[in-house]
């Protein structure tokens, strides 16, 4: 069973940066792929960015093109997401998720198909 945890949220000023981790225990990190999720109050869960098993595909979705970045190490089993040039609209619990599967765009930006989840951790941008 793989179980996932993440760290790094803040709270950050406007204009700043972190980077989050997402941490996998149990079978199967390696061999998933990784998204990262965010939920705002009062609003539905979305995708931030996914990554394949091997790191070698992303994807982003457009409102964090150029200001985050995703990897993976798959040695420390670990997935990182880089966040830079925060603003008040990225607020919002952070998830990471994993499955065993094919890469493709369309499979990992939605939630639904994941398998395993963590708990999330808080971003809160403001000054």
């Known amino acids: 069973q793989l179980q996932l945890e993440e760290s790094g949220g803040a709270l950050v000023q406007p204009g700043g940066s972190l980077r989050l981790s997402c941490a996998g225990s149990?079978?199967?990190?390696?061999?998933?792929?990784i998204g990262w999720f965010r939920q705002a109050p009062g609003k539905e869960r979305e995708v931030v960015s996914c990554?394949?098993?091997?790191?070698?595909?992303?994807y982003y979705t457009d409102s964090v093109k150029g200001r985050f970045t995703i990897s993976r190490d798959n040695e420390k089993r670990t997935v990182y997401l880089q966040m830079n040039s925060l603003n008040a609209e990225d607020t919002a619990i952070y998830y990471c998720?994993?499955?065993?599967?094919?890469?493709?765009?369309?499979?990992?930006?939605?939630?639904?198909?994941?398998?395993?989840w963590g708990q999330g951790t808080q971003v809160t941008v403001s000054s």
């Open positions: 990554i394949s098993q091997a790191g070698g595909l992303t």
């Open positions: 998720a994993a499955r065993v599967g094919l890469f493709q765009n369309s499979d990992c930006s939605r939630a639904p198909w994941y398998m395993h």
């Open positions: 149990g079978v199967g990190l390696g061999s998933s792929v």
